[in-house]
């Protein structure tokens, strides 16, 4: 009758040491693993949060990209102008034959002759100019094509007979988005004059090759660049901004996952969609607590957080000093609470989720390993007892 009380505490005693196996740390583990101790002293390695209120308001207010909120959503000018490295091409006509841009009259087919005279297109060079025959070099960059037409046939009066001119911008160049990434035909792509929302333009490209709900829309304009999940943009259609020339559109596949270890019902890496889920949906996915091995007071999440957010979560904490912050946050899913809590925690592409073993699930294992070693001998005993 002493010996499974010795069992027991025996049991109680190994079940902490690290001789046992185990899919990974225990709660008492990471929570005191927070900090470690060095001769030097005492050093922080992580930082561990309670899931409260207050965290998951923190986290709410944490600064998403927004196009709109990026780039404004101001409709171009209708008029587009003329920039360095367009190409342009320049027509001329003139009143009468024998000026400088007709032909001769010809007499004997009664005709006229040609009245114009197309100049070859000319890229706009980088000081803005392009050059016309009898008017020299005319300054184009920033002018509208009618503007330009205006002053070539100034330039060209009382040299050709009433000369009529038209300005075509052959490559508008510098009224172009760059799409790249995820599309079917990545391009330069010309902006119309009537403007050109975000999703056009990716129309125009070809559409996405991606599926929509692991895409992501990066724009890079001047030194600002926002990225957004595509789903996102469909979905709001303040988000699908008018673009502007120069801007550079790239679809980026990004699959979002998480993973989930430890006593779960299904230990393994889970996909999501773009726009997100609550850590209420990931157990979901993750098929739950493991009825037999969990410890519903160790449910962890492991992030590295911008130092931005840990400041707000944790003014005084010591890790401040690098851009991203080791940062585990525990829910006890013992308190009724947490149920609301899971719902409202956003969680974060490559998030770690993990359930600790219960205390009693190591016990049991101290005992099967007593009962294995035991079993033999106990038989021994028992076969000996039986032949006296």
Do not use: H
């Amino acid at each position: 009758m002493r010996v499974l009380p010795l069992l027991l505490c025996t049991a109680l005693s190994v079940s902490g040491c690290s001789v046992l196996p185990a899919a990974g740390p225990t709660a008492g583990a990471i929570v005191s693993g927070a900090e470690t101790t060095t001769p030097e002293g005492t050093f922080a390695r992580y930082e561990l949060l309670e899931i409260s209120p207050a965290v998951v308001e923190a986290l709410r207010t944490r600064p998403l990209d927004s196009l709109l909120a990026s780039f404004g959503d101001n409709r171009p000018a209708l008029e587009s102008v003329i920039g360095i490295g367009d190409f342009v091409a320049v027509s001329i006509w003139e009143a009468g034959s024998g000026g400088l841009f007709s032909g001769p009259l010809v007499a004997d087919r009664f005709s006229a002759g040609s009245k114009s005279a197309l100049i070859p297109e000319q890229v706009v060079a980088r000081d803005g100019a392009i050059s016309v025959p009898y008017a020299g070099r005319i300054q184009v960059a920033g002018r509208r094509p009618q503007d330009v037409q205006a002053l070539i046939e100034t330039e060209l009066a009382g040299k050709a007979i009433q000369p009529q001119v038209l300005v075509s911008v052959t490559k508008p160049i510098s009224q172009a988005v760059t799409v790249t990434g995820e599309v079917a035909g990545g391009a330069r792509l010309p902006l119309s004059a009537k403007g050109d929302r975000l999703l056009d333009i990716v129309a125009s490209a070809g559409g996405v090759r991606a599926p929509v709900s692991e895409t992501f829309v990066r724009l890079s304009r001047g030194r600002t660049t926002a990225t957004v999940p595509l789903t996102t943009v469909v979905s709001n259609p303040r988000e699908n901004i008018y673009l502007r020339p120069g801007d550079v559109l790239t679809l980026v596949r990004d699959p979002q996952t998480f993973l989930a270890v430890g006593a779960l019902g299904n230990s393994t890496e889970i996909p999501f969609q773009a726009e997100g889920i609550t850590l209420a949906q990931a157990l979901a996915k993750a098929r739950g607590l493991s009825d037999f091995q969990a410890d519903p007071a160790g449910t962890f999440i492991f992030r590295f957080e911008p130092a931005s957010v840990v400041r707000r979560l944790n003014p005084g904490s010591a890790l401040l000093g690098t851009p991203l912050v080791p940062v585990v946050y525990r829910v006890n899913m013992r308190d009724p609470n947490s149920l609301f809590l899971t719902q409202a925690f956003r969680m974060r592409n490559r998030d770690l989720i993990y359930v600790s073993n219960a205390p009693f699930t190591e016990v049991q294992k101290v005992l099967s390993a007593f009962a294995a070693a035991s079993g033999p001998i106990s038989a021994a005993a028992a076969t000996y007892a039986y032949t006296r």
